[in-house]
T-cell receptor, first 108, second 114 residues
């Protein structure tokens, strides 16, 4: 079983819809990362959070350390949000552990 | 700022050939990492470095070697490429290795071994 599980694996939405991507992990951590990877592009960090909620534009990330669960929400989704969203945790030392990613496609 | 730069962006190798991927960062980061990304799998750590002159093995180190002669550069070498090494390779760097440290990624190198 992977230490980091994301759901869903694939998600298709219509422009304007509210989107939620979930991440569950099985190890103790104090911080979790959400990353975005555009087709053919590099990976950029969206959020790093250790408790509560963070917001950046239309993106909101929440984490519940006790339940070992995080969610990434996108409000008023747009086709340019189409990308792979990756959850990652760092249980110990310097090794980030990554989920498999969620492929999001937003249709106009 | 350039951030993390990887070269080359694309490469096709024949089985048995060798090559070196270069990663350069201009953020004075101590930690640098090489990952590979394969379909249906999360990013997997190949090797990493916690400072100039140091390297360590990650999850999938076999078939790869690395060097960190200068703080800003982290090289990944394939001595004898195999088709199983066809993948997208990402370099990343961070200021430190703690849990609350943000990692910065390069644009990736798409390697095909035929």
């Amino acid at each position: 079983k992977n230490e980091v599980e994301q759901s869903p694996q694939n998600l298709t939405a219509q422009e304007g819809e509210f989107i939620t991507i979930n991440c569950s992990y099985s190890v103790g951590i104090s911080a979790l990362h959400w990353l975005q990877q555009h087709p053919g592009g590099g990976i950029v960090s969206l959020f790093m959070l250790s408790s509560g909620k963070k917001k950046h534009g239309r993106l909101i990330a929440t984490i519940n350390i006790q339940e070992k669960h995080s969610s990434l929400h996108i409000t008023a989704s747009h086709p340019r949000d189409s990308a792979v969203y990756i959850c990652a945790v760092r249980p110990s030392g310097s090794r980030l552990t990554f989920g498999e990613g969620t492929q999001l496609t937003v249709n106009p | 700022n350039a951030g993390v730069t990887q070269t080359p962006k694309f490469r096709v190798l024949k089985t048995g050939q060798s090559m070196t991927l270069l990663c350069a960062q201009d953020m004075n980061h101590e930690y640098m990492y090489w990952y590979r990304q394969d379909p249906g799998m999360g990013l997997r750590l190949i090797h990493y470095s916690v400072g100039e002159g140091t390297t360590a093995k990650g999850e999938v180190p076999d078939g790869y070697n690395v060097s960190r002669l200068k703080k800003q550069n982290f090289l990944l070498g394939l001595e004898s490429a195999a088709p199983s090494q066809t993948s997208v390779y990402f370099c990343a760097s961070s200021y430190a290795g703690g849990e609350g440290t943000e990692a910065f990624f390069g644009q990736g190198t798409r390697l095909t071994v035929v």
